[in-house]
């Protein structure tokens, strides 16, 4: 068992957030019901969040069609979108996932976090979701606030030259088109979530083989069988 972990301290695993450690149509069904309170509230109507999520299972532009279908003289879509990305959100880790965190913690694996996205709103996610009880704030890579996104690389570059000695560097992600392309290159071992039905943006394989992951797993748990796989190769 010693030395079993001292193979898992020679490990460390960055995440995507974002439908990957939780279901992404949470954070905007919350983000629904905030706003939809607060124009009940304000305006005197019911059923307001039962019509959004109707215009967003058509596909039509929530924010547009409810001011359409409202006087709410005084809203915009700005301030229908400030409300969207600024609320506190109601979202929580799966059991699943949080067994996953817990024993990768408990393991002594560096666990990080590299996420396109708003600086407040995916901090509030952080937040919302506990995952500081699992990354250091060093590890914690936001897009906006880091000044670069996925795809350019920059942030991967960062932590491979903080850890890429002497560990192996795994990422898990769920978009192609953006998470293992530079993984990828700098030898990472990077590994997919399958999509369960609920993504909100569909998961399209037919990209470049650079970007494909070297592993599909069904679900997160999943992870810690890669681990082991990996600890005595």
């Known amino acids: ?15 995507d957030l974002d439908d990957t450690l939780y279901q992404e149509v949470d954070f905007l069904k919350s983000a629904y019901r905030d706003i939809a309170s607060f124009i009940e509230i304000n305006y ?75 600086t407040l709103t995916q901090q509030n996610k952080i937040a919302s979701l506990g995952l500081k009880n699992y990354f ?8 906006e606030a880091f000044g670069s996104e996925k795809i350019e690389g920059k942030s991967f570059l960062d932590v491979q030259q903080r850890y890429g000695e ?17 993984p990828n290159a700098l030898g990472w071992i990077t590994i997919c979530l399958l999509d369960d039905g609920q993504n909100i943006h569909s998961q399209q394989f037919n990209v470049g083989e650079s970007c494909l992951p070297q592993y599909k797993i069904h679900h997160i748990e999943d992870l810690c069988k890669l681990i082991d796989k990996n600890s005595f190769d």
């Not at 010693?2 to 995440?15: Q, T």
């Not at 250091?136 to 936001?142: A, C, N, P």
């Not at 560990?167 to 192609?176: A, E, L, M, Q, R």
């Open 44 to 118: 005197h109507l019911q059923g307001i969040y039962a019509e959004m999520i109707g215009y967003w299972e058509a596909g039509k532009n929530v924010f547009e069609c409810l001011l359409a279908s409202h006087p709410l003289h005084d809203l915009t879509i700005k301030d229908l979108l400030l409300s969207y990305r600024t609320h506190i959100p109601k979202i929580a880790l799966n059991i699943e996932t949080k067994h996953t965190l817990d024993w990768l913690h408990a393991k002594g694996i560096r666990l990080g976090l590299i996420t396109d996205g708003r």
């Open 136 to 143: 250091e704030e060093q590890d914690i890579y936001i897009s």
């Open 1 to 15: 068992m010693i030395v079993k972990l001292s193979f898992m301290r020679d490990k460390v695993v960055f995440f």
């Open 166 to 182: 002497g560990n192996t560097i795994f990422y898990v992600g769920d978009n192609p088109k953006k998470d293992f392309v530079w």
